[in-house]
């Protein structure tokens, strides 16, 4: 378990139990109805600590967290004027190329294009987007969001969302390079672009600058929110930035997302 996980309040009751019916959906892959708990989680404080009780009952080390509503059209989509984020376990960041099972591993899973920084030492608010450069390694990724919810997209609230780790599945990421070696500036982040295939069949394309103006932007954003609650982004630990495209079904079939300025490609193969 997470070092992060510490000292945090204890929650009352009925949210409790909210957190173990989330953990229970986790684990068997049986989903909750959202109006089943009406009330419950109707604001961020609330809804960051429903997840990191959730974190915690997983028992595993986090591995790192993903960040969500990265663009005004996602943002719009869950009602939103800011991005979001969710711990993710160690279990969950696999290398390219990767197998899923929808059967036994996932529940209501969407496909995304990403790109992925690692901490290469304690990142901290002062840590300028130059900093930040030179301090991470990235890599190209398809994030798998998915649901402990029914019919979670895009109706989910986004509180719901927040509880519910960032919807976060799984993150499937490629060949891992120093940042500052892979691109010349900071500017550089901003000027990738991505095509997403299913069977070889092209389904969308789209650029880095979708995320926040530039990923790194969203990699600022999450340390300084994480610091503000008291829990550094630790030296090792994977960011899945945001989307470059609107998600897709993740569906049966050979997955590839391509990106340019040398960041090479990455292979998901989906099966029952």
């Known amino acids: 378990m997470s070092e992060q996980l510490v000292n945090q309040p204890v929650l009352p009751k009925q949210t409790a139990a909210f957190v173990g019916d989330l953990f229970n959906a986790y684990q068997t892959r049986k989903p909750l109805v959202e109006a089943d708990y009406t009330g419950l989680v109707e604001?961020?404080?609330?809804?960051?600590?429903?997840?990191?009780?959730?974190?915690?009952?997983?028992?595993?080390?986090?591995?790192?967290?993903?960040?969500?509503?990265?663009?005004?059209?996602?943002?719009?989509?869950?009602?939103?004027?800011?991005?979001?984020?969710?711990?993710?376990?160690?279990?969950r960041f696999v290398q390219s190329p990767a197998n899923l099972h929808l059967s036994t591993q996932l529940m209501a899973p969407l496909a995304e294009v990403e790109?992925?920084?690692?901490?290469?030492?304690r990142l901290s608010s002062r840590d300028s987007l130059t900093d930040l450069f030179h301090k991470t390694k990235v890599a190209a990724a398809v994030e798998v969001p998915d649901s402990r919810f029914s019919n979670w997209f895009p109706s989910l609230s986004k509180y719901m969302v927040m509880a519910d780790a960032a919807v976060g599945g799984?993150?499937?990421?490629?060949?891992?390079m120093d940042?500052?070696?892979?691109?010349?500036?900071?500017?550089d982040l901003a000027n990738v672009y991505c095509e997403l295939f299913h069977d070889d069949q092209k389904l969308k394309d789209g650029a880095s600058s979708k995320v926040l103006g530039n990923p790194l932007n969203s990699l600022k954003w999450l340390v300084d929110k994480l610091e503000a609650q008291g829990m550094p982004l630790l030296a090792g630990q994977r960011v899945s930035s945001g989307t470059f495209l609107l998600p897709e079904t993740l569906t049966n079939g050979n997955w590839k997302a391509t990106f340019d300025k040398g960041l090479g490609a990455v292979f998901v193969n989906v099966t029952d």
């Open 115 to 121: 790109m992925l920084f690692t901490a290469k030492e």
């Open 43 to 91: 604001d961020e404080q609330t809804a960051y600590e429903v997840q990191r009780e959730l974190t915690a009952k997983k028992n595993e080390h986090v591995g790192g967290y993903k960040v969500s509503l990265t663009s005004k059209q996602t943002q719009d989509m869950f009602d939103s004027d800011s991005p979001l984020y969710g711990a993710q376990v160690a279990s």
């Open 179 to 187: 940042t500052d070696q892979l691109f010349e500036n900071v500017d």
């Open 170 to 176: 799984y993150v499937v990421y490629g060949t891992e």
